[in-house]
C-alpha cells in the first residue's frame, strides 16, 4: 500500500516526535510504501495533498489540525484524482472534526485501522469570500466554516501559536472569553437556498458540515457529515454577558434552546455585510471576510476512518 503522508512538524506538543516515528514504524512492519511530505507555511499542505494524489498514492494521510486536515483534503479536490482516499491522524490545538469519529490513538492500533477500515464518503464544502486585498478566494473545507465573532477567535488563536503552552480546548476557551469580551456585533444578510431568512446583528454563523469546532464547542448538534447539507446556526447579536452565558452551554449542545440560536439546513448559503464586513474562519484558517458563499459538496470525499 502506497501512503502519502503530510505532516505537520508544528502541530501537538511534547512527544510528538516519539508518536511520530512509532506509528512510521508500525507502518512500515505492515508493508506500507510512505511517500512523507512536511508543510513549512500555508498552503503547503493543499499543494502536497494535491501532489500525492496525483503521483497515485493509494490513501493521502494528513497528520495536523484541523487546518492540515481541511487543507490536504482541498487539495485532493483540486487533484486529477478528487476521488482519491484520504484520511488523517488528529494533532493539533482544536482537532474538532476528528470528534465525529471513532479515532484509534496508538500507533499500532492507527496502523491497523489505516490499513483495514472501509472507506465512506463524507460531504465537503466549497467557500468562496474575499481576502484581505479585496480579491474573490475559493477554498475547501471539510467540517465547519463559520462568520462573525468565530473568525476573530481563529484569527487570534493562530496569532498566539508560537510559544504557547495551554492545551488546545484551553487555547481557544480564552480567546473566545477574549473576543467575545471585546465584540461588537456586525449586521448581515443571510440567503439559505435562494431565500432570505435572516437579516440583522450576528454573533456568530457556522456552516457546519460536522458538529464541533472551536476546540470542543459543539455547536452544530444534528450535523451529519453525510447528508448532503449543511446545518446553519446562526447566533444572534446580543450583550456580552448573553453571549458569554450561551458560550457556557454550547460545549454541551444546550445553547440551541436559547431564543438567541435558530439552525437550519441549507446546501447552499450566501451571506452580505449590512455595514462592517464579519471576518471568515474555514477548518480552522482565516481566509478572508464576507461577502460569502458556502457550497456543499455531497459524497466528494473519500474517507478512510
Not at 506509528?23 to 507555511?41: F, N, Q, W, Y
Not at 440560536?261 to 484558517?285: C, F, K, N, Q, T
Request: net charge positive; glycine share 12%.
Amino acid at each position: 500500500m502506497k501512503i502519502g503522508i503530510v505532516l505537520n512538524p508544528a502541530s501537538g506538543r511534547r512527544g510528538r516526535r516519539v508518536f511520530w516515528s512509532a506509528l512510521r514504524r508500525a507502518l512500515e512492519a505492515r508493508s506500507a510504501d510512505i511517500s512523507l511530505r512536511e508543510t513549512k507555511g500555508f498552503g503547503d499542505a493543499r499543494r502536497h495533498g494535491r501532489e500525492l494524489a496525483e503521483d497515485g498514492c493509494d490513501l493521502v494521510l494528513a497528520v495536523g489540525g484541523d487546518g492540515t486536515v481541511g487543507e490536504v483534503a482541498g487539495g485532493i479536490l483540486r487533484s486529477r484524482r478528487p476521488r482519491a482516499v484520504f484520511s488523517f491522524i488528529p494533532t493539533g490545538t482544536g482537532c474538532d472534526f476528528a470528534r465525529n469519529f471513532a479515532i484509534p490513538r496508538e500507533p499500532s492500533k492507527i496502523a491497523e485501522h489505516l490499513l483495514t477500515a472501509p472507506v465512506r464518503s463524507v460531504d465537503a464544502g466549497l467557500l468562496t469570500c474575499e481576502n484581505d486585498d479585496g480579491v474573490s478566494c475559493t477554498r475547501h473545507f471539510i467540517n465547519i466554516a463559520s462568520f462573525g465573532v468565530s473568525g476573530k477567535i481563529v484569527s487570534a488563536v493562530n496569532e498566539a501559536r508560537r510559544g504557547r503552552r495551554l492545551p488546545g480546548p484551553m487555547v481557544f476557551f480564552y480567546h473566545s472569553l477574549m473576543q467575545i469580551l471585546r465584540y461588537k456585533p456586525c449586521s448581515i444578510r443571510l440567503r439559505l437556498d435562494g431565500e432570505d431568512v435572516y437579516d440583522g446583528p450576528i454573533t456568530a454563523v457556522a456552516v457546519a458540515n460536522g458538529a464541533w469546532f472551536g476546540g470542543g464547542m459543539k455547536v452544530a448538534p444534528g450535523a451529519d457529515v453525510s447528508d448532503g447539507l449543511f446545518d446553519v446556526v446562526i447566533i444572534r447579536g446580543a450583550a456580552r454577558l448573553r453571549v458569554l452565558t450561551l458560550m457556557n452551554s454550547i460545549y454541551s449542545g444546550k445553547h440551541v434552546k436559547s431564543p438567541l440560536v435558530s439552525i437550519h439546513r441549507a446546501r447552499l448559503v450566501e451571506v452580505w455585510p449590512a455595514g462592517e464586513a464579519a471576518p471568515v474562519d474555514s477548518d480552522g484558517e482565516a481566509p478572508g471576510h464576507i461577502p460569502a458563499r458556502f457550497e456543499i459538496l455531497p459524497g466528494a470525499v473519500n474517507l478512510l476512518v
